[in-house]
Structure formats: C-alpha cells, structure tokens
C-alpha cells in the first residue's frame, strides 16, 4: 500500500510557516526588461509584475526593507547592462533609499554583497519574488538555506519560459515553473500561493 509523498520539511520536521511582511526582508529577483521585450520573454509577465507590486506597495507601507536584485548581463546582448533590456521594469522601479544589489550570476549571493547587506537588516527571514523562477529564484532560494535564512517564496509573483528539453521537445513556462515551485517546497522555502497571502 503506497503512502502519499511528503515534503522533506515534513520529514525532517524543519519546516517553517510563510513569513510576515513585518518581520522579513523583500528581495525583488531581476524585475528586468529584457524579461518584456527581449529574447527572454515570459509568458505570464504581466500578472508576476502585478503581484510583484502588490507586495512592494505592502512592504513601503509598512517599512519592510526591501532589496532589489539587478542582473548584469552581455554588453549589448542578453540583460544588457547598458542599455534598455538591463532596465528595471517601470512597474516595479526601485524607489530612492532601497537597496540595489547587482550580480552577474543566477544566484543573487554569489560574488555580491547581499549576505553581508541582508545581515544588516537584522531579519532572519526573506521574502523573495521575480524572474526566472527555474534560474535564478531557484539558486537564489536554495542558497538562502545555505546562509541560514528562512525562505518564503511567492508563486504567483514569479515566471519563467518555455524550455528545449534534452530530448527535442519543449516544456511549457507553466509546466517549468510548476515544476520548480514544488522543487523548491520541498526543501527550501515556505510557498504562498499570491501577494495577498502576505498582506
């Protein structure tokens, strides 16, 4: 007789509950151009944003610091760090006094500061949103565990994009981001499903 899965948190009895605004950093992941009208375009952009705004509206309203991860890609290529694609996106723009941390990594804490910055903060929970979910939300979520963070990951705050698989096929950006949200609850981080769970 099969029993049904469990997440390694419930296993191991580490998990933890989604955090409050109150209490937790914002970490915004590579809220950038390219991602609207680039290569890298994702499908469902425009709802991740929309949510991604919701909860930085909550965050300055109730003075939750907020740090912004900005990528820096090829010059004059992918996440272009000089030009238009490597942009914030308008809708989500860094306000002045937040926190800008830039990368040129997935993983939003390899060769920056943001340890360092986050410790400042004093908080030991994060609240983390952005692009691409499969990419750098994923290192950067499981890397959190790695500096002893409690990670809550916001789903519909998140996206990705359709990907070659090994065999020729494609996964949808739905299917991949399914894919790695239950990744990362698994082991790694609190999941809501939306801004409002938060609020």
């Known amino acids: 007789m099969s029993t049904h899965p469990q997440t390694m948190f419930q296993l191991t009895g580490r998990s933890h509950a989604p955090a409050s605004l109150k209490s937790a950093t914002l970490v915004v992941i590579d809220a950038q151009e390219e991602y609207r009208s680039g290569v890298l375009q994702l499908p469902g952009l425009d709802e991740a944003l929309a949510e991604i705004a919701a909860l930085l509206a909550a965050a300055r309203a109730q003075g939750t610091p907020?740090?912004?991860?900005?990528?820096?890609?090829?010059?004059?290529?992918?996440?272009?760090?000089?030009?238009?694609?490597?942009?914030?996106?308008?809708?989500?723009?860094?306000?002045?006094?937040?926190?800008?941390?830039?990368?040129?990594?997935?993983?939003?804490?390899?060769?920056?500061?943001?340890?360092?910055?986050?410790?400042?903060?004093?908080?030991?929970?994060?609240?983390?949103?952005?692009?691409?979910?499969?990419?750098?939300?994923?290192?950067?979520?499981?890397?959190?565990?790695?500096?002893?963070?409690?990670?809550?990951?916001?789903?519909?705050?998140?996206?990705?994009r359709d990907l070659p698989t090994p065999d020729g096929t494609v996964i949808s950006a739905a299917q991949m981001h399914r894919a790695e949200i239950i990744a990362l609850a698994d082991n790694f981080a609190a999941v809501v499903h939306n801004a409002s769970d938060l609020l």
Do not use: W
């Open 66 to 160: 907020v740090v912004h991860i900005k990528h820096l890609g090829i010059p004059g290529g992918v996440l272009d760090p000089r030009g238009p694609r490597g942009a914030h996106l308008p809708e989500v723009l860094p306000l002045p006094g937040e926190l800008i941390v830039e990368k040129r990594m997935p993983n939003a804490f390899s060769g920056t500061e943001l340890h360092d910055r986050l410790q400042a903060f004093g908080r030991l929970d994060l609240i983390i949103c952005g692009f691409m979910t499969h990419s750098s939300i994923s290192t950067t979520v499981r890397a959190t565990k790695d500096y002893g963070y409690r990670c809550t990951l916001v789903d519909a705050a998140c996206a990705t």
